[in-house]
Protein backbone atom coordinates (compact mmCIF):
# COMPACT_ATOMS: atom_id res chain seq x y z
CA UNK A 1 0.00 0.00 0.00
CA UNK A 2 1.49 3.17 -0.91
CA UNK A 3 -0.67 5.86 0.70
CA UNK A 4 1.62 8.92 -1.57
CA UNK A 5 -0.70 7.72 -4.44
CA UNK A 6 -4.60 7.62 -3.76
CA UNK A 7 -7.92 6.72 -5.90
CA UNK A 8 -9.66 9.61 -5.80
CA UNK A 9 -12.50 7.16 -6.11
CA UNK A 10 -11.82 5.56 -2.84
CA UNK A 11 -10.54 9.15 -1.27
CA UNK A 12 -12.66 12.34 -2.93
CA UNK A 13 -11.71 14.44 0.42
CA UNK A 14 -7.67 14.56 -0.80
CA UNK A 15 -8.77 17.47 -2.97
CA UNK A 16 -10.34 19.61 0.21
CA UNK A 17 -6.95 20.44 1.66
CA UNK A 18 -5.42 23.53 0.91
CA UNK A 19 -2.16 23.19 -1.98
CA UNK A 20 0.20 25.02 -3.16
CA UNK A 21 0.27 23.87 -6.64
CA UNK A 22 -1.41 21.67 -8.53
CA UNK A 23 -0.17 19.41 -11.61
CA UNK A 24 -2.66 18.21 -14.45
CA UNK A 25 -0.62 14.39 -15.13
CA UNK A 26 1.36 12.21 -13.14
CA UNK A 27 3.69 11.24 -15.90
CA UNK A 28 7.21 11.60 -15.04
CA UNK A 29 7.23 15.39 -16.11
CA UNK A 30 4.42 16.00 -13.95
CA UNK A 31 6.30 14.23 -10.85
CA UNK A 32 9.26 15.89 -11.15
CA UNK A 33 7.96 19.00 -11.24
CA UNK A 34 5.84 18.05 -8.13
CA UNK A 35 8.68 16.42 -6.10
CA UNK A 36 11.08 19.55 -6.95
CA UNK A 37 8.60 21.89 -5.67
CA UNK A 38 8.08 19.63 -2.63
CA UNK A 39 11.70 19.38 -1.47
CA UNK A 40 11.30 23.32 -1.72
CA UNK A 41 8.44 22.75 0.83
CA UNK A 42 5.45 23.23 -1.17
CA UNK A 43 2.47 21.06 -1.03
CA UNK A 44 1.78 19.52 -4.26
CA UNK A 45 -1.46 17.67 -5.67
CA UNK A 46 -0.50 15.68 -8.60
CA UNK A 47 -4.11 15.15 -10.50
CA UNK A 48 -4.17 11.68 -13.09
CA UNK A 49 -7.23 10.21 -14.81
CA UNK A 50 -5.53 7.06 -15.35
CA UNK A 51 -6.07 4.43 -12.68
CA UNK A 52 -2.61 4.47 -12.03
CA UNK A 53 0.09 6.78 -12.00
CA UNK A 54 3.21 7.50 -13.73
CA UNK A 55 1.81 8.47 -17.05
CA UNK A 56 4.00 6.65 -19.83
CA UNK A 57 6.30 5.07 -16.84
CA UNK A 58 3.38 3.04 -15.71
CA UNK A 59 3.51 -0.40 -15.59
CA UNK A 60 0.33 -3.25 -16.12
CA UNK A 61 -0.08 -6.47 -15.19
CA UNK A 62 -2.37 -9.45 -16.77
CA UNK A 63 -2.46 -12.79 -15.93
CA UNK A 64 0.43 -13.13 -13.72
CA UNK A 65 2.50 -10.59 -15.91
CA UNK A 66 3.71 -7.41 -15.89
CA UNK A 67 4.41 -4.74 -18.55
CA UNK A 68 6.23 -1.43 -18.94
CA UNK A 69 4.41 1.02 -21.31
CA UNK A 70 7.27 3.73 -21.91
CA UNK A 71 10.39 2.49 -20.99
CA UNK A 72 12.76 0.16 -22.62
CA UNK A 73 15.89 1.60 -21.76
CA UNK A 74 17.38 4.97 -20.50
CA UNK A 75 20.88 5.92 -20.98
CA UNK A 76 23.34 8.17 -18.92
CA UNK A 77 21.41 7.07 -15.34
CA UNK A 78 23.47 4.02 -14.57
CA UNK A 79 26.43 6.19 -14.52
CA UNK A 80 27.27 8.25 -11.43
CA UNK A 81 27.68 11.63 -11.15
CA UNK A 82 25.27 12.28 -14.79
CA UNK A 83 22.97 14.96 -14.56
CA UNK A 84 20.18 12.74 -14.94
CA UNK A 85 21.48 10.18 -12.40
CA UNK A 86 21.67 13.48 -10.05
CA UNK A 87 18.06 14.37 -10.87
CA UNK A 88 16.47 10.97 -10.35
CA UNK A 89 18.61 10.60 -7.36
CA UNK A 90 17.10 13.79 -6.23
CA UNK A 91 13.32 13.65 -7.01
CA UNK A 92 12.84 9.76 -5.57
CA UNK A 93 15.73 10.28 -2.62
CA UNK A 94 18.14 8.13 -3.59
CA UNK A 95 15.53 4.83 -3.92
CA UNK A 96 15.89 4.49 -7.35
CA UNK A 97 18.15 1.72 -8.93
CA UNK A 98 19.05 1.20 -12.18
CA UNK A 99 20.39 -1.91 -14.00
CA UNK A 100 23.18 -1.53 -16.63
CA UNK A 101 22.53 -3.55 -19.99
CA UNK A 102 25.79 -4.23 -20.81
CA UNK A 103 28.38 -4.14 -23.59
CA UNK A 104 25.54 -4.10 -26.61
CA UNK A 105 22.39 -1.90 -25.82
CA UNK A 106 21.25 -1.85 -29.35
CA UNK A 107 21.13 -4.68 -32.52
CA UNK A 108 20.13 -2.76 -35.87
CA UNK A 109 19.22 -5.50 -38.20
CA UNK A 110 18.65 -5.61 -42.03
CA UNK A 111 17.06 -8.97 -42.74
CA UNK A 112 20.32 -11.17 -41.28
CA UNK A 113 22.52 -8.40 -41.05
CA UNK A 114 23.45 -7.39 -37.47
CA UNK A 115 25.08 -4.19 -36.75
CA UNK A 116 26.02 -3.71 -32.79
CA UNK A 117 25.88 -0.55 -30.74
CA UNK A 118 28.59 -0.96 -28.15
CA UNK A 119 28.86 0.81 -25.18
CA UNK A 120 31.60 3.74 -24.77
CA UNK A 121 32.44 6.50 -27.15
CA UNK A 122 35.86 4.63 -28.75
CA UNK A 123 33.64 1.16 -28.73
CA UNK A 124 31.17 2.72 -30.30
CA UNK A 125 32.73 4.06 -33.05
CA UNK A 126 35.60 1.04 -33.92
CA UNK A 127 33.07 -1.99 -33.40
CA UNK A 128 31.14 0.44 -36.31
CA UNK A 129 34.37 1.00 -38.30
CA UNK A 130 34.84 -3.03 -38.24
CA UNK A 131 31.96 -3.49 -40.46
CA UNK A 132 32.17 -0.03 -42.68
CA UNK A 133 36.00 -0.80 -43.17
CA UNK A 134 36.29 2.03 -46.39
CA UNK A 135 38.56 5.14 -44.90
CA UNK A 136 35.44 7.34 -46.15
CA UNK A 137 33.57 5.20 -43.94
CA UNK A 138 35.67 5.54 -41.29
CA UNK A 139 36.39 9.15 -40.92
CA UNK A 140 32.53 9.24 -41.30
CA UNK A 141 31.70 7.82 -38.24
CA UNK A 142 34.09 9.93 -36.35
CA UNK A 143 32.86 12.97 -37.77
CA UNK A 144 29.37 11.37 -36.75
CA UNK A 145 30.22 10.88 -33.34
CA UNK A 146 31.95 14.52 -32.87
CA UNK A 147 28.63 15.78 -34.20
CA UNK A 148 26.75 14.33 -31.42
CA UNK A 149 29.07 16.00 -28.90
CA UNK A 150 28.76 19.59 -30.72
CA UNK A 151 25.47 19.53 -30.62
CA UNK A 152 24.66 18.11 -27.80
CA UNK A 153 26.84 20.53 -25.61
CA UNK A 154 24.86 23.56 -27.31
CA UNK A 155 21.95 22.11 -26.03
CA UNK A 156 22.37 22.73 -22.28
CA UNK A 157 22.03 26.68 -23.07
CA UNK A 158 19.11 26.18 -25.21
CA UNK A 159 17.59 24.26 -22.62
CA UNK A 160 18.35 26.67 -19.78
CA UNK A 161 17.53 29.60 -21.89
CA UNK A 162 13.61 28.24 -21.56
CA UNK A 163 13.33 28.67 -17.92
CA UNK A 164 14.88 32.49 -17.83
CA UNK A 165 12.32 35.31 -16.90
CA UNK A 166 10.77 36.90 -20.17
CA UNK A 167 13.26 40.19 -19.98
CA UNK A 168 16.38 38.31 -19.31
CA UNK A 169 15.04 35.88 -22.45
CA UNK A 170 14.69 38.46 -24.64
CA UNK A 171 17.32 39.71 -24.00
CA UNK A 172 20.06 36.54 -24.05
CA UNK A 173 18.19 33.83 -26.05
CA UNK A 174 18.91 34.90 -29.37
CA UNK A 175 22.85 34.27 -28.25
CA UNK A 176 21.99 31.04 -25.95
CA UNK A 177 20.06 29.67 -29.14
CA UNK A 178 21.77 30.25 -32.01
CA UNK A 179 24.28 27.27 -31.82
CA UNK A 180 21.79 24.81 -31.20
CA UNK A 181 19.89 25.73 -33.72
CA UNK A 182 22.34 25.93 -36.53
CA UNK A 183 22.50 21.71 -36.68
CA UNK A 184 18.62 21.77 -34.87
CA UNK A 185 17.11 23.82 -38.22
CA UNK A 186 18.59 20.77 -40.22
CA UNK A 187 16.97 17.33 -40.56
CA UNK A 188 19.21 14.39 -39.41
CA UNK A 189 19.18 13.28 -43.37
CA UNK A 190 20.77 16.45 -44.13
CA UNK A 191 23.30 16.58 -41.50
CA UNK A 192 24.41 12.95 -42.24
CA UNK A 193 24.37 13.51 -45.96
CA UNK A 194 27.20 16.38 -45.29
CA UNK A 195 29.35 13.46 -43.99
CA UNK A 196 28.66 10.51 -45.97
CA UNK A 197 26.90 9.60 -49.13
CA UNK A 198 27.12 6.06 -48.13
CA UNK A 199 22.72 5.07 -47.71
CA UNK A 200 23.86 2.00 -45.66
CA UNK A 201 25.97 3.88 -43.66
CA UNK A 202 23.49 6.37 -42.77
CA UNK A 203 20.78 3.39 -42.23
CA UNK A 204 22.50 1.98 -39.59
CA UNK A 205 23.12 5.27 -37.71
CA UNK A 206 19.73 6.32 -37.50
CA UNK A 207 18.74 2.80 -36.89
CA UNK A 208 17.31 4.17 -33.70
CA UNK A 209 15.09 6.63 -35.32
CA UNK A 210 11.97 4.49 -33.51
CA UNK A 211 13.33 6.16 -30.36
CA UNK A 212 11.97 9.88 -31.64
CA UNK A 213 9.28 8.58 -33.76
CA UNK A 214 10.45 10.41 -36.76
CA UNK A 215 12.47 9.30 -39.76
CA UNK A 216 15.75 11.05 -41.16
CA UNK A 217 14.01 12.84 -43.40
CA UNK A 218 11.77 14.66 -41.47
CA UNK A 219 13.25 14.82 -37.80
CA UNK A 220 15.46 17.48 -36.53
CA UNK A 221 18.95 16.44 -36.33
CA UNK A 222 18.84 17.65 -32.54
CA UNK A 223 16.17 14.93 -31.53
CA UNK A 224 18.47 12.27 -33.35
CA UNK A 225 21.90 13.33 -31.92
CA UNK A 226 20.25 13.97 -28.16
CA UNK A 227 19.18 10.38 -28.26
CA UNK A 228 22.16 8.88 -29.78
CA UNK A 229 24.64 10.36 -27.47
CA UNK A 230 22.06 9.71 -24.73
CA UNK A 231 22.86 6.34 -25.21
CA UNK A 232 26.07 6.22 -26.10
CA UNK A 233 27.46 5.24 -22.84
CA UNK A 234 25.27 1.97 -23.04
CA UNK A 235 21.63 1.69 -21.18
CA UNK A 236 19.47 0.97 -18.29
CA UNK A 237 16.25 -0.23 -17.05
CA UNK A 238 15.12 0.50 -13.57
CA UNK A 239 15.72 -1.97 -10.63
CA UNK A 240 12.04 -3.84 -10.04
CA UNK A 241 10.34 -2.03 -13.18
CA UNK A 242 9.04 0.90 -14.36
CA UNK A 243 6.61 1.69 -12.03
CA UNK A 244 9.10 2.37 -8.78
CA UNK A 245 9.59 5.63 -10.47
CA UNK A 246 6.23 6.85 -9.62
CA UNK A 247 6.14 5.22 -5.93
CA UNK A 248 9.67 6.67 -5.21
CA UNK A 249 9.27 9.86 -6.37
CA UNK A 250 5.50 10.21 -4.44
CA UNK A 251 6.76 9.69 -1.81
CA UNK A 252 8.95 12.95 -2.18
CA UNK A 253 5.51 14.09 -2.57
CA UNK A 254 3.69 12.93 0.06
CA UNK A 255 6.58 14.41 2.57
CA UNK A 256 5.59 17.83 2.00
CA UNK A 257 1.76 17.08 2.77
CA UNK A 258 0.70 16.24 -1.07
CA UNK A 259 -0.30 13.14 -3.29
CA UNK A 260 -0.75 11.77 -6.23
CA UNK A 261 -4.38 11.45 -6.69
CA UNK A 262 -5.61 9.15 -9.82
CA UNK A 263 -8.80 8.69 -11.64
CA UNK A 264 -8.89 12.07 -11.08
CA UNK A 265 -9.55 13.83 -14.38
CA UNK A 266 -9.16 17.42 -15.25
CA UNK A 267 -11.66 18.80 -17.65
CA UNK A 268 -10.66 22.66 -17.56
CA UNK A 269 -8.23 24.70 -16.30
CA UNK A 270 -9.42 27.72 -13.95
CA UNK A 271 -8.65 31.12 -15.22
CA UNK A 272 -9.70 34.62 -13.30
CA UNK A 273 -8.81 37.64 -14.50
CA UNK A 274 -6.34 36.28 -16.39
CA UNK A 275 -4.62 34.32 -14.23
CA UNK A 276 -4.20 30.22 -13.73
CA UNK A 277 -6.56 29.78 -10.66
CA UNK A 278 -7.01 25.62 -9.89
CA UNK A 279 -8.99 23.52 -12.10
CA UNK A 280 -12.50 21.74 -12.45
CA UNK A 281 -12.65 18.22 -12.10
CA UNK A 282 -14.50 16.01 -14.87
CA UNK A 283 -17.08 15.55 -12.01
CA UNK A 284 -17.72 18.82 -11.85
CA UNK A 285 -15.60 19.47 -8.65
CA UNK A 286 -13.35 22.72 -8.06
CA UNK A 287 -9.65 22.54 -6.67
CA UNK A 288 -8.84 26.21 -5.88
CA UNK A 289 -5.43 26.63 -6.15
CA UNK A 290 -3.01 29.58 -6.54
CA UNK A 291 -0.57 27.47 -9.01
CA UNK A 292 -1.37 25.31 -12.18
CA UNK A 293 1.30 22.56 -13.99
CA UNK A 294 0.07 21.05 -17.07
CA UNK A 295 1.79 17.63 -17.62
CA UNK A 296 -1.00 16.96 -20.06
CA UNK A 297 1.11 17.94 -23.41
CA UNK A 298 0.97 21.16 -24.95
CA UNK A 299 -2.44 20.41 -27.44
CA UNK A 300 -4.71 18.89 -24.50
CA UNK A 301 -3.46 21.98 -22.16
CA UNK A 302 -4.34 24.57 -24.77
CA UNK A 303 -6.99 23.00 -27.20
CA UNK A 304 -8.90 21.24 -24.80
CA UNK A 305 -7.87 22.12 -21.44
CA UNK A 306 -8.55 26.17 -21.49
CA UNK A 307 -11.80 27.49 -21.96
CA UNK A 308 -11.69 28.52 -25.93
CA UNK A 309 -12.02 32.13 -25.11
CA UNK A 310 -9.34 32.20 -23.15
CA UNK A 311 -6.73 29.75 -25.48
CA UNK A 312 -8.20 32.36 -28.43
CA UNK A 313 -7.28 35.21 -26.35
CA UNK A 314 -4.15 34.70 -25.75
CA UNK A 315 -3.18 33.19 -29.04
CA UNK A 316 -2.36 29.83 -27.99
CA UNK A 317 -4.73 27.86 -30.67
CA UNK A 318 -2.44 29.60 -32.45
CA UNK A 319 0.24 28.21 -31.12
CA UNK A 320 -0.94 24.93 -31.59
CA UNK A 321 -1.48 24.64 -35.28
CA UNK A 322 2.29 25.17 -35.62
CA UNK A 323 2.99 21.64 -33.90
CA UNK A 324 1.76 17.60 -35.01
CA UNK A 325 0.88 15.17 -32.89
CA UNK A 326 3.45 12.48 -33.48
CA UNK A 327 3.08 8.93 -35.03
CA UNK A 328 0.98 6.28 -33.34
CA UNK A 329 2.23 3.13 -32.26
CA UNK A 330 1.06 -0.64 -32.01
CA UNK A 331 2.62 -3.03 -28.92
CA UNK A 332 2.69 -6.27 -28.30
CA UNK A 333 3.22 -7.71 -25.19
CA UNK A 334 4.14 -11.14 -24.41
CA UNK A 335 4.29 -13.23 -21.63
CA UNK A 336 6.23 -16.62 -21.37
CA UNK A 337 6.05 -19.24 -18.86
CA UNK A 338 9.92 -20.04 -18.87
CA UNK A 339 12.27 -17.44 -17.61
CA UNK A 340 14.76 -15.07 -19.62
CA UNK A 341 17.65 -16.99 -18.67
CA UNK A 342 15.74 -20.74 -19.97
CA UNK A 343 14.54 -19.10 -23.52
CA UNK A 344 18.16 -17.89 -23.78
CA UNK A 345 17.25 -13.94 -24.16
CA UNK A 346 19.61 -11.28 -23.69
CA UNK A 347 19.46 -7.69 -22.67
CA UNK A 348 19.97 -5.35 -26.02
CA UNK A 349 17.04 -4.43 -28.26
CA UNK A 350 16.24 -5.14 -31.98
CA UNK A 351 15.71 -2.78 -34.39
CA UNK A 352 14.79 -5.00 -36.92
CA UNK A 353 14.60 -3.30 -40.59
CA UNK A 354 13.37 -4.98 -44.09
CA UNK A 355 16.24 -6.35 -45.61
CA UNK A 356 18.60 -4.16 -47.71
CA UNK A 357 16.45 -1.22 -46.33
CA UNK A 358 18.72 1.23 -45.58
CA UNK A 359 16.36 3.83 -46.85
CA UNK A 360 14.02 4.66 -43.16
CA UNK A 361 11.60 7.30 -45.08
CA UNK A 362 11.28 4.66 -48.43
CA UNK A 363 10.46 1.83 -45.86
CA UNK A 364 7.93 3.91 -44.24
CA UNK A 365 6.36 5.60 -47.24
CA UNK A 366 6.00 1.91 -48.43
CA UNK A 367 4.16 0.76 -45.41
CA UNK A 368 1.72 3.31 -45.12
CA UNK A 369 0.45 2.90 -48.79
CA UNK A 370 0.20 -0.71 -48.52
CA UNK A 371 -0.27 -1.42 -44.57
CA UNK A 372 -1.08 -5.24 -45.31
CA UNK A 373 1.58 -6.18 -47.61
CA UNK A 374 4.81 -3.99 -47.04
CA UNK A 375 6.78 -5.08 -44.54
CA UNK A 376 6.79 -3.31 -41.06
CA UNK A 377 9.25 0.10 -41.65
CA UNK A 378 10.92 -1.30 -38.08
CA UNK A 379 10.05 -3.82 -35.60
CA UNK A 380 11.36 -2.94 -32.13
CA UNK A 381 12.12 -5.97 -29.79
CA UNK A 382 12.97 -5.34 -25.67
CA UNK A 383 13.11 -8.26 -23.42
CA UNK A 384 12.45 -6.77 -20.06
CA UNK A 385 12.32 -9.43 -17.80
CA UNK A 386 15.91 -10.35 -18.88
CA UNK A 387 16.94 -6.40 -18.12
CA UNK A 388 15.25 -6.18 -14.49
CA UNK A 389 17.65 -8.29 -11.91
CA UNK A 390 14.53 -7.96 -9.51
CA UNK A 391 11.89 -9.73 -12.27
CA UNK A 392 12.47 -13.21 -10.90
CA UNK A 393 11.82 -12.15 -7.25
CA UNK A 394 8.67 -10.36 -8.34
CA UNK A 395 7.19 -12.89 -11.38
CA UNK A 396 9.62 -16.33 -10.92
CA UNK A 397 9.80 -18.64 -13.59
CA UNK A 398 8.01 -16.16 -16.20
CA UNK A 399 9.54 -14.12 -19.13
CA UNK A 400 8.22 -10.96 -20.99
CA UNK A 401 9.08 -9.41 -24.29
CA UNK A 402 7.92 -5.66 -25.94
CA UNK A 403 7.19 -5.66 -29.78
CA UNK A 404 6.75 -1.93 -31.26
CA UNK A 405 6.03 -0.99 -34.48
CA UNK A 406 4.37 2.58 -36.18
CA UNK A 407 0.77 2.86 -37.21
CA UNK A 408 -0.67 5.96 -37.84
CA UNK A 409 -4.44 6.70 -35.40
CA UNK A 410 -6.19 7.21 -38.92
CA UNK A 411 -5.95 3.36 -39.24
CA UNK A 412 -8.08 2.67 -36.52
CA UNK A 413 -9.89 5.89 -36.48
CA UNK A 414 -13.29 3.97 -37.38
CA UNK A 415 -13.02 2.79 -34.13
CA UNK A 416 -12.60 5.56 -32.09
CA UNK A 417 -16.27 5.86 -30.37
CA UNK A 418 -15.98 2.38 -29.15
CA UNK A 419 -14.99 1.95 -25.64
CA UNK A 420 -12.08 -0.26 -24.60
CA UNK A 421 -12.31 -3.86 -24.97
CA UNK A 422 -15.41 -3.71 -26.90
CA UNK A 423 -15.00 -2.72 -30.28
CA UNK A 424 -16.14 -5.43 -32.26
CA UNK A 425 -15.13 -8.64 -33.84
CA UNK A 426 -13.64 -7.04 -36.86
CA UNK A 427 -11.19 -4.87 -34.40
CA UNK A 428 -10.36 -7.50 -32.85
CA UNK A 429 -9.46 -9.89 -35.86
CA UNK A 430 -7.23 -7.24 -37.39
CA UNK A 431 -5.39 -6.73 -34.16
CA UNK A 432 -4.87 -10.73 -33.97
CA UNK A 433 -3.84 -10.38 -37.82
CA UNK A 434 -0.80 -7.65 -36.90
CA UNK A 435 -0.43 -10.06 -33.97
CA UNK A 436 0.89 -12.44 -35.93
CA UNK A 437 2.60 -10.78 -38.51
CA UNK A 438 4.89 -9.63 -35.31
CA UNK A 439 5.05 -12.96 -33.72
CA UNK A 440 7.01 -13.40 -37.01
CA UNK A 441 9.32 -11.41 -37.01
CA UNK A 442 9.90 -12.24 -33.75
CA UNK A 443 10.52 -16.01 -34.36
CA UNK A 444 12.55 -15.11 -37.56
CA UNK A 445 15.09 -14.39 -34.71
CA UNK A 446 14.07 -16.09 -31.82
CA UNK A 447 12.64 -19.41 -33.25
CA UNK A 448 12.96 -20.77 -30.29
CA UNK A 449 10.13 -18.96 -28.14
CA UNK A 450 6.84 -20.28 -30.53
CA UNK A 451 6.77 -23.31 -28.28
CA UNK A 452 6.36 -21.31 -25.11
CA UNK A 453 4.55 -18.66 -26.04
CA UNK A 454 1.68 -18.44 -23.28
CA UNK A 455 -0.06 -14.96 -23.86
CA UNK A 456 -0.09 -11.88 -25.87
CA UNK A 457 -1.87 -8.64 -26.10
CA UNK A 458 -1.58 -6.15 -28.50
CA UNK A 459 -2.48 -2.42 -27.94
CA UNK A 460 -3.18 0.10 -30.77
CA UNK A 461 -3.31 4.32 -30.66
CA UNK A 462 -6.86 3.97 -29.45
CA UNK A 463 -5.19 2.04 -26.22
CA UNK A 464 -2.85 5.34 -26.26
CA UNK A 465 -5.73 7.71 -26.51
CA UNK A 466 -8.05 5.90 -24.08
CA UNK A 467 -5.21 5.37 -21.51
CA UNK A 468 -2.77 8.21 -21.80
CA UNK A 469 -5.31 10.70 -23.29
CA UNK A 470 -3.19 11.83 -26.44
CA UNK A 471 -6.33 12.70 -29.00
CA UNK A 472 -4.62 10.81 -31.81
CA UNK A 473 -2.49 8.27 -29.85
CA UNK A 474 0.78 9.80 -30.34
CA UNK A 475 3.52 8.06 -29.42
CA UNK A 476 5.78 10.71 -28.17
CA UNK A 477 3.80 13.88 -27.82
CA UNK A 478 4.37 16.47 -30.84
CA UNK A 479 6.81 16.27 -33.43
CA UNK A 480 10.49 16.69 -33.51
CA UNK A 481 11.12 18.52 -36.64
CA UNK A 482 13.45 21.22 -37.39
CA UNK A 483 10.83 23.50 -37.01
CA UNK A 484 9.56 22.14 -33.29
CA UNK A 485 12.95 23.59 -31.57
CA UNK A 486 12.71 26.79 -33.35
CA UNK A 487 9.26 27.59 -31.31
CA UNK A 488 9.97 29.94 -28.45
CA UNK A 489 6.48 28.97 -26.70
CA UNK A 490 7.74 25.39 -26.29
CA UNK A 491 8.71 26.74 -22.70
CA UNK A 492 7.27 26.28 -19.42
CA UNK A 493 5.93 29.63 -18.73
CA UNK A 494 2.66 30.22 -20.82
CA UNK A 495 1.02 33.52 -21.74
CA UNK A 496 -0.98 33.17 -18.70
CA UNK A 497 -0.13 33.68 -15.55
CA UNK A 498 0.72 31.07 -12.90
CA UNK A 499 0.16 28.40 -15.53
CA UNK A 500 3.19 26.47 -16.75
CA UNK A 501 4.00 22.89 -18.62
CA UNK A 502 6.09 20.02 -18.19
CA UNK A 503 7.02 17.25 -19.45
CA UNK A 504 8.08 16.06 -23.09
CA UNK A 505 6.46 18.80 -25.39
CA UNK A 506 9.12 21.67 -23.31
CA UNK A 507 11.70 19.84 -23.93
CA UNK A 508 11.75 16.70 -26.21
CA UNK A 509 10.59 12.88 -25.94
CA UNK A 510 12.04 10.49 -23.95
CA UNK A 511 12.45 10.29 -20.29
CA UNK A 512 15.34 11.71 -20.08
CA UNK A 513 13.58 14.71 -22.04
CA UNK A 514 10.37 14.47 -20.20
CA UNK A 515 12.50 15.12 -16.91
CA UNK A 516 14.28 17.53 -18.13
CA UNK A 517 11.00 19.97 -18.29
CA UNK A 518 10.11 19.14 -15.19
CA UNK A 519 13.37 20.19 -13.71
CA UNK A 520 12.69 23.82 -15.75
CA UNK A 521 9.17 24.21 -14.67
CA UNK A 522 10.23 24.12 -11.24
CA UNK A 523 13.22 26.17 -12.25
CA UNK A 524 11.06 28.64 -13.69
CA UNK A 525 8.41 28.35 -11.21
CA UNK A 526 11.08 28.70 -8.42
CA UNK A 527 12.71 31.56 -10.43
CA UNK A 528 16.29 29.44 -9.62
CA UNK A 529 18.43 27.16 -11.43
CA UNK A 530 17.15 24.02 -9.90
CA UNK A 531 19.65 22.24 -12.03
CA UNK A 532 22.91 23.79 -9.93
CA UNK A 533 21.15 23.23 -6.96
CA UNK A 534 20.33 19.62 -7.35
CA UNK A 535 23.74 19.26 -8.56
CA UNK A 536 25.25 20.51 -5.14
CA UNK A 537 22.79 18.53 -2.58
CA UNK A 538 23.43 15.31 -4.64
CA UNK A 539 27.38 15.71 -4.57
CA UNK A 540 27.10 17.15 -0.88
CA UNK A 541 24.97 13.55 0.24
CA UNK A 542 27.86 11.72 -1.55
CA UNK A 543 30.75 12.81 0.51
C1 LIG B 1 5.72 2.72 -26.30
C2 LIG B 1 6.69 3.74 -25.79
C3 LIG B 1 8.00 3.37 -25.56
C4 LIG B 1 8.91 4.30 -25.07
N1 LIG B 1 10.18 3.89 -24.77
C5 LIG B 1 11.04 4.76 -24.19
C6 LIG B 1 12.32 4.34 -23.76
O1 LIG B 1 12.70 3.17 -23.88
N2 LIG B 1 13.15 5.25 -23.18
C7 LIG B 1 12.77 6.56 -23.02
O2 LIG B 1 13.57 7.35 -22.48
N3 LIG B 1 11.56 6.98 -23.42
C8 LIG B 1 10.68 6.13 -23.99
N4 LIG B 1 9.44 6.54 -24.38
C9 LIG B 1 9.10 7.97 -24.26
C10 LIG B 1 8.77 8.36 -22.84
O3 LIG B 1 8.02 7.35 -22.22
C11 LIG B 1 7.96 9.66 -22.86
O4 LIG B 1 8.61 10.61 -23.65
C12 LIG B 1 7.77 10.24 -21.46
O5 LIG B 1 7.41 9.26 -20.54
C13 LIG B 1 6.71 11.33 -21.51
O6 LIG B 1 6.54 11.85 -20.21
P1 LIG B 1 5.58 13.05 -19.93
O7 LIG B 1 5.60 13.28 -18.47
O8 LIG B 1 5.88 14.19 -20.80
O9 LIG B 1 4.12 12.56 -20.41
P2 LIG B 1 3.23 11.31 -20.04
O10 LIG B 1 4.03 10.22 -19.47
O11 LIG B 1 2.41 11.02 -21.23
O12 LIG B 1 2.29 11.85 -18.87
C14 LIG B 1 1.18 12.67 -19.11
C15 LIG B 1 0.11 12.26 -18.12
O13 LIG B 1 -0.96 13.21 -18.14
C16 LIG B 1 -2.16 12.50 -17.90
N5 LIG B 1 -3.27 13.33 -18.34
C17 LIG B 1 -3.56 13.74 -19.59
N6 LIG B 1 -4.67 14.48 -19.59
C18 LIG B 1 -5.09 14.56 -18.30
C19 LIG B 1 -6.21 15.18 -17.68
N7 LIG B 1 -7.10 15.88 -18.38
N8 LIG B 1 -6.35 15.04 -16.35
C20 LIG B 1 -5.45 14.33 -15.61
N9 LIG B 1 -4.39 13.71 -16.17
C21 LIG B 1 -4.21 13.83 -17.50
C22 LIG B 1 -1.98 11.25 -18.74
O14 LIG B 1 -2.89 10.25 -18.35
C23 LIG B 1 -0.53 10.91 -18.43
O15 LIG B 1 -0.44 10.08 -17.30
C24 LIG B 1 8.51 5.63 -24.85
C25 LIG B 1 7.19 6.01 -25.08
C26 LIG B 1 6.28 5.07 -25.54
C27 LIG B 1 4.86 5.48 -25.74
Known amino acids: MNNAILSYKQHPEAILQPYDAVVIGSGIGGLSAAAILAKEGRKVLVLERHYTAGGFTHSFTRRG ?9 LGEVHRPHTELANWFNYISDGQLQWADMGEVYDKIIFGQEVFEFHKGKDN ?3 HLQQQFPAAADQQAIEDYVALLYEITRSARLYFAEKALPGAVSWALGGLLRRKFLHLASKTTLQVLQSITNNPKLIGVLTG ?3 DYGLTPAKSSFAIHAMVAKHF ?12 RIAQTTAQVIAKAGGCVLTNAEVKEIIIHNGTAAGVRLADGAEIRCPLVISNAGIMNTYSRLLPPDVA ?10 QVQPSVGHIGLYLGFKKTAEELGLGKANYWIYPENGYDHDANLNNYLQNPDEAPFPLTFISFPSAKDPDWQNRYPGTATIDIITVAPYQWFANWQNTRWKKRGQDYETWKEQISQ ?5 LYQYEPQLQQHLDYHELSTPLSTQHFSNYAFGELYGIDHTPQRFG ?10 KNLYLSGQDVVSAGIGGALTGGVLAASAILKRDMTAKIRREVQALKQ
Do not use: M
Open 65 to 73: YEWDVGIHY
Open 208 to 210: QYG
Open 487 to 496: LKFLRPQTAI
Open 124 to 126: FIS
Open 437 to 441: RLLQV
Open 232 to 243: LNGGSFPVGGCS
Open 312 to 321: AGYGLNTQVQ
